[in-house]
């Protein structure tokens, strides 16, 4: 089931991207413990270990020298590490003044948000290695800078424990398709019993979303009817599944699970990882081709003697010395080249098929379609118990309650513990005169326990037993509105605010009066706050006459939401991804006023 306590999440997150001090020039002999000591008060501060100064004094260099501040990704640290040890030992120098390099580990994601100016820090690196161009991708066009060349590459492959390949393939044809269908939330019975997909957060690791656009675009190409829908189940599944980290990815995997695990992430990576520990992971190649990362270089020095240096320092990382450097690392060359990526070592030699990295708006789209279906979601399910939800769904003979009851079950599956849910139901005069709605469980975390039983339990019973009061009057737009100023009222921002109203779509027929039908679309609109948006979702079964549809539309549309008419139970699955997919683009769906 979705939703399951996780025990990988264990990090505390990221720290804001930092950069040392400006440091143009640094002393020569007398004072080289100056700018040391500066560097080691920074690496405290900052709390990271991999901070690598290289500050060599020879015979051949005294006096002031020039400093280059290089930041990059932290897997391909140490491999320019030490080409910068040997960089500075050879005494290149900027107008007779020899060059000093710093090197940093730093996240990606957060040196980008620095250089757009979105991130905590005011000032950048003199040069910028980070793992992926997609980084690029996401920074406005007049803040992105230029790439000079690439350092390396390493494809986005997926990942297994070397006991567990055999029986993976059993179940699995390593490729896009197949992890894909087995990270589907919509279609559990199906692959995803037999395999769990463990991906690296697309937001903060380049692999992941590379993933991600990897698979899109398999799937985009392949023209099939619901591949929109596949593609929302995925996002919604690996939103769940998601590690920050290799070792994470590395550490879940290797947990004792029924089903067989798999990971995705760089290439590189997993050869990191074997060498560790015994080759005890094996790459998988995805048989479409994948999307390498390509680890850009690029320049964002603001002063003159600090540019030339990168310019020196640039050369040199594209040297016979330093490409073989990074091999021995674990990475191909730009051109996919590998000396240490062996079938022994859980690889393969050959290079797999590159496929292009997507422009920019493509990366870009997909980019925020992870960040807002990763947002928790609040709801308030509003369902209807009047006397015509005791009439026949659909020609199986089920009447619309059951089939309120089977969609509620079906659609639970679908949300995280985390989510916070609660359900009210309505037909008129439940709660004393005209007072048409009743709270049977409050809004709250699916796994919150009441009365010693979790809330997800609570509410899936409550769908078992629930009937259709057979005199019941349709009270919809008093107890709609009770239930949008309540959401209202109690908005949260970092979740998905939605009332989700099952009915049958036979209008509003309060016979005590109450809330008109146009009076209830004009309440909507006055009230609807798009920096504060709490969206209406409709599942409304046998919705007959243009009329009652027209209105059922209406009221979504008021809210930036949307009505569905399944004619069938089978199509709950669909209808709930399309639910889930619309927080992809809310507030500003198309079907939004």
């Known amino acids: ?181 087995a990270a589907n939330a919509a279609n559990p019975d199906g692959l995803a019993s037999k395999v769990r997909v463990v991906v690296l957060d697309p937001a903060k690791n380049a692999a992941g979303l590379g993933a991600l656009l990897a698979g899109a675009g398999i799937l985009r190409q392949s023209g099939d009817e619901g591949s929109e829908e596949l593609l929302v189940g995925v996002l919604r599944q690996l939103s769940e599944s998601k590690v920050t980290s290799p070792d994470n990815l590395f550490a879940t995997l290797s947990k004792t699970a029924s089903r067989v695990p798999i990971g995705v992430t760089s290439e590189q990576s997993v050869w990191a990882f074997n060498k560790d520990n015994k080759n005890a992971a094996v790459a998988l190649y995805p048989a479409e081709g994948t999307v390498n990362l390509d680890y850009p270089i690029i320049t964002t020095a603001k002063d003159p003697e600090s540019a030339q240096a990168a310019k020196l320092f640039t050369t040199e990382l594209a040297s016979t010395a330093s490409r073989k450097t990074i091999q021995n690392h674990g990475f191909r060359t730009p051109e996919g080249q590998g000396t240490v990526l062996t079938p022994e070592t859980g690889m393969r030699a050959e290079a797999p098929t590159a496929l292009p990295i997507p422009d920019a708006k493509t990366v870009v789209t997909l980019a925020q379609s992870w960040k807002r279906v990763g947002l928790g979601t609040k709801l308030l399910s509003l369902l209807d118990v009047s006397g015509t939800m005791a009439l026949p769904a659909d020609s199986s003979g089920i009447t619309r309650m059951q089939a309120i009851s089977q969609v509620s079950t079906e659609g639970l599956k679908l949300f995280p513990d985390k989510t916070e849910i609660g359900t009210w139901i309505f037909s008129d005069n439940l709660n004393g005169a005209k007072v048409d709605w009743k709270e049977t469980v409050p809004v709250g975390p699916l796994a919150q326990q009441i009365d010693g039983v979790t809330r997800r339990e609570v509410i899936a019973r409550q769908m078992t037993q629930i009937k259709a009061i057979p005199t019941g009057n349709t009270g919809l737009n008093d107890s709609l509105w009770a239930a949008y100023q309540k959401m209202t009222d109690e908005y949260e921002a970092d979740k998905i605010n939605t009332i989700l109203l099952f009915t049958d779509g036979v209008g509003n027929d309060d016979p005590s009066g109450g809330i008109t039908n146009a009076g209830i679309l004009k309440r909507l609109k006055a009230s609807f706050d798009p920096a504060k948006p709490v969206s209406i979702l409709i599942i409304s079964f046998n919705t007959e006459g243009d009329a009652n549809r027209t209105q059922m539309e209406n009221i979504a549309k008021a809210t930036g939401g949307q009505a569905y008419f399944p004619e069938t139970v089978l199509e709950i699955r669909n209808i709930f991804l399309q639910g889930i997919a619309r927080r992809l683009c809310a507030p500003n769906c198309p079907s939004a006023k």
């Not at 979705?2 to 720290?15: A, N």
């Not at 560097?39 to 015979?59: E, H, R, S």
């Not at 020298?65 to 900027?94: C, G, M, N």
């Not at 803040?143 to 699995?172: H, R, T």
């Open 1 to 181: 089931m979705v939703g399951r306590h996780r025990t990988d999440e264990i990090e505390g997150g990221y720290p804001a991207y930092e950069q040392p001090p400006s440091r143009r020039k640094s002393a020569g002999p007398g004072k080289v413990l100056v700018p040391l000591a500066g560097a080691v008060a920074l690496a405290v501060l900052l709390g990271v270990a991999a901070y690598v100064v290289v500050n060599k004094d020879t015979a051949g260099c005294s006096g002031e020298k020039v400093s280059l501040f290089v930041a990059v990704a932290k897997d391909i640290e140490p491999a320019v590490s030490e080409i910068a040890d040997r960089f500075v030992k050879a005494e290149k120098t900027v107008d007779g003044s020899c060059v000093d390099v710093a090197v940093k580990g730093a996240d990606s994601d957060g040196v980008a948000a620095a250089l757009a100016g979105t991130g905590g820090a005011s000032s950048a690196p003199d040069l910028w290695i980070p793992d992926s161009s997609l980084w690029l991708s996401q920074m406005p066009a007049k803040s992105a800078p230029k790439v000079s060349a690439n350092l390396a590459s390493s494809p986005i492959v997926l990942a297994a424990p070397k006991a567990a390949a055999a029986k993976l393939a059993e179940s699995l044809e390593p490729s896009w398709t197949g992890m894909m269908s």
